[in-house]
């Protein structure tokens, strides 16, 4: 759909494919497209799920950082912007997502993975937030959505030091949820993208609504859980999926 983001669709499951050789790096341009690919998929009926996905050799490396060196405040905060805003999108979609990553996700890459709902990452894949090394910080999400993902302490570390983890440390810090060969990491993930597909993608979208509201006092949250739970019960999709299992086989639903 742009020059450097398409929106592929098969069965249900689109995959938003970023691809700006050689290193996928976020240049304001790319932020753009990628909102705009995100709004996309949001809206299309015939999308049930999202793959999000750099390429078999790299899944972004960050920010262009040939054309921030000269940056003032007011430059940069536009690019970070338009960086922060495709994440936002990312995360809004009210679809089930997924983050397909080949070899590096590093800064404003994973960034843009964090604002998925899962990550399937390569036995070779290595993840960071190197941004303290270059005298700043993460400014597109990084310092918020990974505590809340692996926990204040190990976000700290990885922030403030900058440093690369494996595949093997992700999974066990909770940063990804699965680790595959790296030849397997899309077919994996689109894989796992039609089993979703298949689902009550209304439930989907009501589950990651109650959620996101977690982080919010209890009070709160829990009118944001039950206001989602009885609103699924006007859907024929909560009907289909009571009978189904009354009559004990496999629901069909329909997302509505």
Known sequence: MGEFVRI?????????????PPANAFARPVSLEL????????????VRAVVVWGGERIFAAGADIKQMVGYG????????GALEQACRDLGAIPKVTIAAINGFALGGGLEVALSCDFR???EDARLGLPEIKLG????????????????????????????????????????????????????VAVDEGRAFAAGPSLA??????????????????????REAFVALFATRDQEEGMRAFLDKREPKFEGR
Not at 8 to 20: M, S, W
Request: glycine letters at 10%; hydrophobic letters at 45%; aromatic letters at 2%.
């Open 8 to 20: 592929d669709t098969e069965g249900g499951v689109a995959t938003i494919r970023i691809d700006r």
């Open 35 to 46: 909102s705009e690919a995100a709004g996309t998929v949001a809206g299309d009926e015939a």
């Open 73 to 80: 405040p007011d430059e940069v905060a536009s690019d970070v």
């Open 120 to 122: 399937f990452v390569a």
């Open 136 to 187: 700043i910080i993460p400014g597109s999400g990084g310092t918020q959505r990974l505590p809340r993902l692996v926990g204040l302490a190990k976000a700290r570390h990885l922030i403030l030091t900058g440093r690369q983890v494996d595949a093997a440390e992700a999974l066990a810090i909770g940063l990804v949820d699965r680790v595959v060969a790296p030849d397997e990491v899309y077919p």
């Open 204 to 225: 989907y979208a009501a589950a990651k609504r109650a959620s996101a509201a977690a982080d919010r006092p209890l009070e709160e949250g829990l009118r944001v859980e």
